[in-house]
């Protein structure tokens, strides 16, 4: 990982996972309010930089062994406390509350300024590249446990 991949996909922490994101035009409805369907994309990049930073992109995850590893979001539950706006800057955290078996939990929040405006719960189902579920690798669950809440 060189270093500007490092500050694009936000640093390890003693708790999990931290990302800063901008808040763009795009992301924003006719109010210049995020519109709520976009706080999903910043909780996926939360996500998918955690596991860059954790070592465990997913590309290189689906193709590890002969089964693959494929994450999917299962269930995910979405607090809106406050609306983000056009130019803010936002802090996306993310911290394992679980990982074996064959999911894990993560709790994710949308900080501005130390504000919280987005409490999620995601629980993340683990399969194989044929949509079957499968056991997490001891492994890999250990990478996400090296940073529990």
């Known amino acids: 990982m060189n270093e500007h991949s490092f500050l694009l996909s936000g640093e390890l922490t ?13 992301d924003t409805d006719f109010s210049g309010l995020v519109y709520h369907a976009r706080y999903l994309h910043f909780l996926e990049r939360g996500r998918t930089d955690y596991l860059r930073c954790l070592g465990c992109e997913q590309s290189t995850l689906l193709s590890a062994d002969e089964e693959g ?5 299962h269930r995910m539950e979405i607090d809106f406390k406050q ?3 056009m130019d ?3 802090t996306i955290e993310t911290v394992t509350e679980k990982a074996g078996g064959a999911k894990m939990v993560l709790s994710q929040e949308i900080r501005r300024n130390g504000t919280l405006l987005i409490a999620a719960k995601v629980i993340i189902a683990v399969i194989n590249k044929h949509g079957r579920p499968r056991r997490l690798p001891e492994s890999v669950a250990e990478k996400f446990l090296s940073h529990p809440k």
């Open 14 to 26: 003693e708790m999990g996972h931290r990302l800063a994101q901008r808040v763009y035009y795009e």
């Open 69 to 73: 590893l494929v994450f999917v979001v």
């Open 83 to 85: 609306p983000a706006r």
């Open 88 to 90: 803010d800057i936002l």
